[in-house]
Nanobody
């Protein structure tokens, strides 16, 4: 089993920054890919970014490119999402997830990010 725990959410004004953290524990070797997702009120959950533990290869949804940066610290089994130039439309509950055999099977509890205009 894998346990994921997010932290770092909060409220910020537009243009501000936040850094989310996701600490992984358990059978972390079974989840080579880590992702961040978000779900805004009344909307479906959407993919934001992903990273591989081994090479640090990253991929982002177009709407956050140039503003968000995903990174990892293998020694701490922790993945980060640095969010800069935040916009009100970034308001959502942010979830980290671990992919096993290409499927995001493991999810954290989520952390709220609120961006005010």
């Amino acid at each position: 089993q894998v346990h994921l725990e997010e932290s770092g959410g909060g409220s910020v004004q537009a243009g501000g920054s936040l850094r989310l953290s996701c600490a992984a524990s358990g059978r972390t070797f079974s989840i080579p890919i880590m992702g961040w997702f978000r779900q805004a009120p009344g909307k479906e959950r959407e993919f934001v970014a992903r990273i591989t533990w081994s090479t640090g290869s990253t991929y982002y949804v177009d709407s956050v490119k140039g503003r968000f940066t995903i990174s990892r610290d293998n020694a701490k089994n922790t993945v980060y999402l640095q969010m800069n130039s935040l916009k009100p439309e970034d308001t959502a509950v942010y979830y980290c997830a671990g992919a096993e055999r290409g499927v995001y099977n493991y999810w954290g509890q989520g952390t709220q990010v609120t961006v005010s205009s």
